[in-house]
């Protein structure tokens, strides 16, 4: 069983809708997890850091459900720009990242 | 502020010859971290080094790999014989711990591709 799971998608939606991906975690003991996009043949960049319940920055917002073990994402008036692949990471130590495969987002005008 | 920095960011290699990937983290950051992805698969954690030191390298493939990082600034990672299946994206990280909560800042990876 993988560490993290997410749906690869690709999840294709029209400019202004809101999108939500989910993310699976297996470790109960995971207390970080990240939220990072990556464009086609670039590098992870940080999106948003999760923490506790959740989190928010503009129109990105994280919930953390650790009940149920999962992180979601919820872009709320998508861009263009918002297309990418978006990696879920749980972190279950000091040491260890995992990552998860990937959700491919498209953006369409 | 530099970022980090990968050299090359592409190889290519035949089967059973050496490649050595480097890795300049941002100054300062003592933890570094290496990743692979294989192509279709997820981001695969290989190890962590605080400052010199090794701190878990579980997921090192095999001992053809050998990670190195000498005096605590750049590291090294090296594959030797590189084999078919090394074929892939090899990402490097830093970060600087901040009570816990550090943040790594990727590298633009290396692509590996073994002929």
């Known amino acids: 069983r993988k560490e993290v799971e997410q749906d690869p998608g690709p999840f294709n939606v029209p400019e202004g809708a809101t999108v939500a991906f989910n993310c699976t975690y297996s470790n109960s003991a995971s207390q970080s997890f990240f939220w990072y996009r990556q464009d086609c043949r670039k590098e992870p960049k940080l999106l948003m850091s999760?923490?506790?319940s959740g989190n928010e920055d503009g129109r990105f917002t994280a919930q953390l459900n650790r009940a149920s073990q999962y992180i979601s994402l919820l872009i709320r008036d998508s861009k263009l720009s918002d297309s990418a692949t978006y990696l879920c990471?749980?972190?279950?130590?000091?040491?260890?990242?995992?990552f998860g495969s990937g959700t491919k987002l498209n953006v369409k005008p | 502020e530099a970022g980090v920095t990968q050299f090359p960011s592409h190889s290519v290699i035949e089967k059973g010859q050496t490649v050595t990937l480097r890795c300049d983290p941002i100054?300062?950051?003592?933890?570094l971290y290496w990743y692979r992805r294989v192509m279709g698969k997820e981001i695969k954690f290989l190890l962590h080094f605080v400052k010199e030191s090794k701190q878990d390298e579980s997921g090192m493939p095999n001992n053809r790999f050998l990670a190195e990082r000498t005096g605590g600034t750049y590291s090294t990672l090296k594959v030797q014989p590189a084999e078919l299946e090394d074929s892939g994206v090899y990402f490097c990280?830093?970060?600087?711990?901040?009570?816990?909560?550090?943040?790594?800042?990727f590298g633009a990876g290396t692509r590996l591709s073994v002929l």
């Open positions: 990280a830093s970060s600087q711990a901040r009570g816990g909560r550090d943040i790594q800042y």
């Open positions: 990471v749980a972190r279950p130590n000091f040491n260890k990242f995992y």
């Open positions: 999760v923490y506790s």
């Open positions: 100054s300062g950051h003592d933890n």
